[in-house]
Each structure stands twice: as structure tokens, then as C-alpha cells.
């Protein structure tokens, strides 16, 4: 079956940088998506990756390891508003986003 | 770019009635839009798929008769809950992308739908 993994919740300190991990098993592979997704609110859109590598976007950057099937969202000067859920959705082979059940950010001052 | 709006935001209904949520694309074209539901604290569950001017594809368990998809233009679709019900009550979002395949999903804000 296809499966997208990824924590239920990570607390962080304002200012600090967090790592979150994202692991798929998915049947093919056309890219890996990373949305925010404040409460209450519809998801935003933050990264794409389809290639290994990392891309950065001003405080986030988003890595992506296809051999191991593993990506990684990486926030750096946490701020408040950053709390929320960071939702990571895979395409598959017939581009059908997989989606991840999201990871609760906490940031406390 | 890539704005997507939904209407209504919110919608209380009653028991037995019918709701239509709309969904445009406002500065883009969108080839492809996606309807999701989402209960509290819970992933986005996906609904269904539309592709403009043909019938909308619904995941398993969908009923295709209660939640009614169409998507009449490059700009709108629409999600009509017929019938209502209590457990219809939920975070109803959709998405919409400008191509077929490996493009960027973009979202709607949202509409919040309670039956009584």
C-alpha cells in the first residue's frame, strides 16, 4: 500500500531552527509537496521537489532523497506565526497526491 | 498568483436541504480541480477530481449522487452536497492546478459546512 509518514507533533523554541521528516512508500513517484496549514484554515502551499536535493526559500528550505524515500522540511528563526500543521503529500505514478497525516508545530517563546 | 477562491466561507444548513460551494481559479486557468474534506484534526481526504468539461472522477467511497461535481469552465467548479445531513458536517477545500500531471496544487480557503 502507499504510505506517507511523518510526526504527530514536534515543539520548538521561538527563534531556533526544527527539522521536520517526512517518509513515503509510495507506487511511483512524481514529486513531493510540502503545504502549511494554519487552524482552521485551507493548506498553503510551500515547497516542490521532484529532483535529490535541497531547495531553500528564504527561511525554508526542503530536502529530498529519493533512493531512501525520505524528505525533510527545515524551518530556521522559528517565529510564532510558524505554528501550525506542515502537511507532506507525495504524487504518484498517476500523479495522485498520497497525503501525510501532518505534524503539529508548537513554537513557545 | 495562483489565487483560489471558495463561496461561501461558512454555510449552516438544515437537515434534508441541499448546499453548492463554488470554486474559482481568479488568475489562472485551471485545468484540473480537486475536492477535499477534512475532519478535525485529520488529513485532507480526497473526494473527488474534475477536469474541465468532463465528469469528475470520485474516490472509492464517494457517493457520486450525494456529492455532486461540476466543473463548468476553465475558472469555476462547483461541490453540491444534496441532501444534507448531520455527518455531512465538515472542512470542505478545494484545490485547483493550471495542468494535468505533476502541477502545483493551489487551495481554496475553505468552506465550513454544519448540518442541524
Known amino acids: 500500500g502507499q504510505n506517507i509518514d511523518q510526526p504527530t507533533e514536534m515543539t520548538a523554541t521561538e527563534g531556533a531552527i526544527v527539522q521536520i521528516n517526512c517518509t513515503y512508500q509510495?507506487?511511483?513517484?512524481?514529486?513531493l509537496f510540502w503545504y502549511q496549514q494554519h487552524a482552521g484554515e485551507a493548506p498553503t502551499f510551500l515547497s516542490y521537489?521532484?529532483l535529490d536535493g535541497l531547495e531553500e526559500k528564504g527561511r525554508f528550505s526542503s530536502f529530498l532523497s529519493r533512493s531512501k524515500g525520505y524528505s525533510y522540511l527545515l524551518l530556521k528563526e522559528l517565529q510564532m506565526k510558524d505554528s501550525a500543521s506542515y502537511l507532506c503529500a507525495v504524487a504518484d505514478s498517476n500523479y495522485q497526491l498520497i497525503w501525510g497525516a501532518g505534524t503539529k508545530l508548537i513554537i513557545k517563546p | 498568483g495562483a489565487v483560489v477562491s471558495q463561496h461561501p466561507s461558512r454555510v449552516i444548513c438544515k437537515s434534508g436541504t441541499s448546499v453548492k460551494i463554488e470554486c474559482r481559479s481568479l488568475?489562472?486557468?485551471?485545468?484540473?480541480m480537486f475536492w477535499y474534506r477534512q475532519f478535525p484534526k485529520k488529513s485532507l481526504m480526497l473526494m473527488a477530481t474534475s477536469n474541465e468539461g468532463s465528469k469528475a472522477t470520485y474516490e472509492q467511497g464517494v457517493e457520486k449522487d450525494k456529492f455532486l461535481i461540476n466543473h463548468a469552465s476553465l475558472t469555476l467548479s462547483t461541490l453540491t452536497v444534496t441532501s444534507a445531513h448531520p455527518e455531512d458536517s465538515s472542512f470542505y477545500i478545494c484545490s485547483a492546478s493550471a495542468g494535468e500531471g505533476q502541477e502545483t496544487q493551489y487551495f481554496g480557503p475553505g468552506t465550513r459546512l454544519l448540518v442541524l
Open positions: 521537489n521532484v
Open positions: 488568475d489562472f486557468q485551471a485545468t484540473t
Open positions: 509510495t507506487s511511483g513517484f512524481n514529486g
